[in-house]
């Protein structure tokens, strides 16, 4: 039986007046890469943030690897990595990880292995403060690799990064899926949909599919991911004209 990872029903996030996720419905499974893909503005970091169980204000029920999003029984099994980077830049690579490692109370040793797993080897004992765009996505990964989670949430980590960088973090990505790791990478970059196992798309706070990459190409004719987007905001009625209580799941 495959296990459901992160489950939510009917999740609902609340600012002031403003609903900006509407009754979103959907299951991940256990061991696959799902890319949240939308606009900036799309509602992906509010949705990342509720599975993670640091967002305020959510209505509906989220639930992750069996636990409601942010029991305290979720810290060492959730890796995260926000689209801001959580680490010292005036310590090292290897004095970040160790550090963390000490928090989370994880062994030390495990930074060893986390250094090994994100290719940072070499730059151990390197300023944060110096490394590249690249380095450093990798070291917030490497933290968030800490404890070996089962479940990695990852907020736009190839934002910024040229085409080489972006498809060797997914070459990691895949590798640590294969190892058994479940992974929801949020993208606005629509290229990288086709490296998923499934697409979550989402428009305004709410979902416009939840497809295979293949099922999404088929179900709107398109021949890209760009195309199949627009192919469905197209067929979407204009958001203003949606009522408040929208459930809309496709």
């Not at 404890?147 to 080489?164: F, R």
Request: charged share 25%.
């Amino acid at each position: 039986m495959v296990n459901s990872v992160i489950s939510a029903k009917d999740l609902r996030v609340i600012r002031g007046k403003h609903e900006i996720l509407h009754g979103l419905n959907f299951d991940v499974t256990e061991g696959s890469v799902v890319g949240l893909l939308g606009p900036s503005g799309s509602g992906k970091s509010t949705l990342m943030r509720s599975i993670v169980g640091v967002q305020r204000h959510v209505h509906g029920e989220i639930n992750v690897l069996g636990e409601p999003a942010g029991s305290k029984s979720l810290r060492l099994k959730l890796g995260y990595v926000s689209q801001s980077p959580s680490v010292y830049e005036d310590l090292t690579v290897i004095q970040n990880l160790k550090y963390f490692a000490s928090i989370m109370r994880v062994p030390r040793n495990d930074a060893t292995r986390v250094l090994k797993v994100t290719g940072l080897e070499s730059q151990a004992r390197q300023l944060v403060s110096t490394l590249s765009g690249g380095q450093l996505n990798r070291t917030s990964l490497a933290i968030a690799l800490l404890g070996k989670p089962a479940l990695l949430v990852l907020d736009e980590p190839t934002v910024g990064l040229d085409p080489v960088l972006r498809a060797d973090l997914w070459t990691l990505f895949r590798q640590l899926a294969a190892e058994g790791t479940t992974l929801l990478v949020s993208s606005h970059v629509m290229d990288e949909a086709s490296r998923c196992d499934r697409l979550l798309l989402l428009r305004n706070g709410l979902i416009l599919a939840d497809e295979t990459p293949a099922g999404l190409l088929k179900r709107t004719g398109a021949t890209d991911p760009d195309d199949a987007f627009l192919r469905l905001i197209r067929n979407e009625p204009d958001f203003d004209e949606q009522t408040s209580d929208s459930k809309r799941v496709a």
